[in-house]
């Protein structure tokens, strides 16, 4: 049980307490951000005249130690210690004796705690951008060669109006972009340091707490130290944002399963990320996009979690906080891990156009361009859409579709009809005349690529990644 506290204290800690209070078995994950938030503080604690030279080069020759014996596996974070705080420190300790006993000067590890999940979250922001950055680099491949791959489009999943597969794509890449600029945002906002709060109300320690706070890569302090250890709003936005690209990616999962089934057959999913059945041998399941599906559950758990832990705290720290950090954790794991296998199936994922284009021709998908056809010989666009549907029963009382139909049964029903209305309804000419921008018509998806081509080559990544990592060399 080694632990930072105990001087005014005249029991043990009771083993039970001891435990529930731990956070070492979760917060071990921190260990690289605590030691680069400690280091850059000894940093600034020996400018500012606080520690010599010499404390400052023995504390961080420490902490690099530390550091790199842990990555070498040469050090075990073991659960003998409270928390990741109370790991480094201690083991800095026994490493540099008196001097490793200054490290925690003008720092509380309220303070320290705010700082270390800010810069792992940022880390993960980071990460999550460039595995997004990657699906819409598949979607972009997807749309570039399927622009006149003509499949039936749909609302309340009934078919409604051809579309193409390349517009299909486009739609989940429009979700993924707005994914994107949200974690973007979101970095923005939290991206000032909350190191040199103390406590909650700040240090008599004259701290350089901008210099800290560049050194560490941020835009600058934050401005109230009650706050800065308190705030966990970033977390929050993060978990929103990472629901939204669950739902987005949930969203995705479905439509697969659903075109992947043997009614649709528009799809078939790669051997590599498909699975079997123990009883029935003909099955291939989409158990990925089943698990994604399944696992953007958990994730909106993980935003409902923090943010009913944050809703009754009072200011400023309260130990409640803590449980900031499993979930969180967990949701960026599912999260990175969706992103991976998604990305992955539908890269590999065959898409069957013939299949696609067959669909599209059937279910009077072209019954609105035919209503358009009437209306560009002056039927006006109410009687147009009564001639459409009676002819629509008339083809469903035959079993046909109104291109099949001749020209004598469609001049029966409303004498405009001349021969060239099977121009006008054919599949190609449905798609290819919707050319405004954001329709599924060549020309007009041809733009909107360019567009997302650039968004991709502008996609802001922190090429710092000294920070991004937690690597920071002083
Ligand atoms: N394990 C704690 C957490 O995750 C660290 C901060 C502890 N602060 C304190 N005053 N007990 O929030």
Not at 206 to 211: F, G, K, V, W
Not at 229 to 248: G, K, N, W
Not at 425 to 448: F, Q, Y
């Amino acid at each position: 049980m080694a632990q930072l506290w105990g001087g005014r204290f005249t029991k043990k800690t009771d083993k039970l307490v001891y435990d529930f209070n731990a956070s070492i078995t979760f917060d071990k994950r921190l260990f690289k951000q605590d030691i680069e938030g400690s280091i850059a503080h000894v940093v600034m604690l020996e400018k500012q005249g606080i520690l010599t030279c010499e404390e400052k080069d023995a504390i961080v020759k420490g902490l690099t130690g530390i550091r790199n014996d842990v990555e070498a596996g040469k050090l075990i974070i073991t659960e003998e210690y409270e928390d990741i705080h109370s790991f480094v420190e201690a083991n800095l300790i026994e490493r540099i004796g008196e001097a490793g006993k200054k490290l925690h000067t003008g720092r509380s590890r309220n303070d320290q705690v705010a700082l270390d999940m800010k810069l792992y979250v940022r880390t993960e922001v980071i990460q999550i951008t460039e595995h997004l950055k990657s699906l819409l680099e598949t979607l972009l491949d997807i749309m570039e060669k399927n622009l006149t791959t003509y499949m039936p489009g749909f609302t309340h999943l009934q078919k409604a109006q051809p579309t193409t597969l390349a517009h299909h794509m486009s739609a989940y890449f429009e979700m993924f972009k707005r994914d994107i600029l949200r974690l973007q945002d979101i970095y923005q906002r939290m991206n000032y340091c909350p190191l040199g709060s103390g406590a909650f109300a700040g240090t008599t320690y004259p701290l350089d707490r901008a210099y800290t706070a560049s050194l560490l890569g941020f835009e600058g302090p934050t401005l109230n130290s009650m706050d800065s250890v308190a705030d966990r709003d970033y977390v929050i936005e993060f978990l929103a944002a990472l629901s939204t690209i669950m739902m987005h990616l949930s969203r995705f999962s479905e439509e697969i399963i659903i075109w992947n089934s043997n009614e649709y057959r528009f799809v078939e999913i790669d051997d590599a990320f498909s699975t079997g059945s123990s009883i029935m041998p003909q099955k291939k399941n989409p158990d990925i996009a089943e698990l994604v599906r399944g696992k953007t559950g958990r994730v909106y758990g993980a935003l409902m979690s923090i943010l009913t832990t944050m809703k009754g705290i009072p200011l400023a720290y309260n130990k409640d906080m803590q449980e900031d950090k499993e979930v969180t954790f967990d949701a960026i794991d599912t999260v990175k891990n969706c992103l991976v296998l998604f990305n992955g199936m539908l890269a590999s994922m065959k898409f069957r156009n013939q299949v696609m284009e067959v669909s599209a021709m059937k279910g009077f998908t072209n019954a609105t361009d035919a209503a358009d056809y009437l209306v560009s010989k002056g039927v006006p666009f109410r009687d147009a859409h009564g001639i459409i549907g009676s002819l629509v029963l008339y083809c469903i009382e035959k079993d046909t579709s109104i291109d099949a139909l001749s020209l004598d049964e469609l001049k029966a029903v409303s004498p405009v009809f001349e021969a060239d209305v099977y121009e006008a309804v054919s599949l190609k000419t449905c798609v290819e005349k919707r050319l405004t921008i954001g329709a599924p018509g060549k020309k007009a998806m041809e733009e909107v690529i360019c567009i997302d081509r650039e968004f991709i080559k502008n996609i802001w990544i922190n090429e710092d990644s000294s920070h991004a990592s937690g690597d920071v060399q002083f």
